[in-house]
Antibody, heavy 119, light 112 residues
Framework: QVQLQESGPGLVKPSETLSLTCTVS?????????WGWIRQPPGKGLEWIGS???????YYNPSLKSRVTISVDTSKNQFSLKLSSVTAADTAVYYC????????????WGQGTMVTVSS | QSVLTQPPSVSGAPGQRVTISCTGS?????????VHWYQQLPGTAPKLLIY???NRPSGVPDRFSGSKSGTSASLAITGLQAEDEADYYC????????????FGGGTKLTVL
């Protein structure tokens, strides 16, 4: 059974870079699928940040594209998110998830990790 | 402003039927892309409820059903139960120059 687990700092200073990692268990990332990041500001809805294919092809939300980098480390069976120049508006619960194709549902989700941007 | 539009809230009494709409456009739902629905209980991660417009993952009760027509989709819940009180989100793919994966703004279901 595939499981996802986010990890990373819970507090980031304004203008710095937010870095999170999602560790996948029960499935080898190199076997396929798209691996994505979705966030949810407190009291608000879901926002797709971006996705990466196991081969490394990336797809980003245009509104965040200039600040986002998603990468995959098949040796560790992990994929990562970096969001630069953060502001308070980037405060959110960050989820990692998986889709078979870009047209399919996010069928497995991590539990989420809260990241607060504050000095 | 979400690409997919959902009502902010719906409510119903136990045992009743409620529907939640999800309205898109010709670049997402209307282009033929599938709609998926998620249930988010308070303080938890979203859970896939309906995929591919009308399919239920294993373990999801048949009280939940989905449909799609034109540029809109709907989630129906029959035999409403207290544990159904949650936030519900629709999601699809968008082929315009905007987001690739798009979510609705979410609908809060209150069981009276």
């Amino acid at each position: 059974q595939v499981q996802l687990q986010e990890s990373g700092p819970g507090l980031v200073k304004p203008s710095e870079t937010l870095s999170l990692t999602c560790t996948v268990s029960g499935y080898s990332i190199s076997s396929g699928y798209y691996w994505g990041w979705i966030r949810q500001p407190p009291g608000k809805g879901l926002e797709w940040i971006g996705s990466i294919y196991h081969s490394g092809s990336t797809y980003y939300n245009p509104s965040l594209k200039s600040r986002v980098t998603i990468s995959v480390d098949t040796s560790k069976n992990q994929f990562s998110l970096k969001l630069s120049s953060v502001t308070a508006a980037d405060t959110a619960v960050y989820y990692c998830s998986e889709t078979v194709t870009l047209f399919d549902a996010f069928d497995i989700w991590g539990q989420g990790t809260m990241v607060t941007v504050s000095s | 402003q979400s690409v997919l539009t959902q009502p902010p809230s719906v409510s119903g009494a136990p045992g009743q039927r409620v529907t939640i709409s999800c309205t898109g456009s010709s670049s997402n739902i209307g282009a033929g892309y599938d709609v998926h629905w998620y249930q988010q209980l308070p303080g938890t991660a979203p859970k896939l409820l309906i995929y591919g417009n009308s399919n239920r993952p294993s373990g999801v009760p048949d009280r939940f059903s989905g449909s799609k027509s034109g540029t809109s989709a709907s989630l129906a819940i029959t035999g409403l139960q207290a544990e159904d009180e949650a936030d519900y989100y629709c999601q699809s793919y968008d082929s315009s120059l905007s987001d690739l994966e798009v979510f609705g703004g979410g609908t809060k279901l209150t069981v009276l």
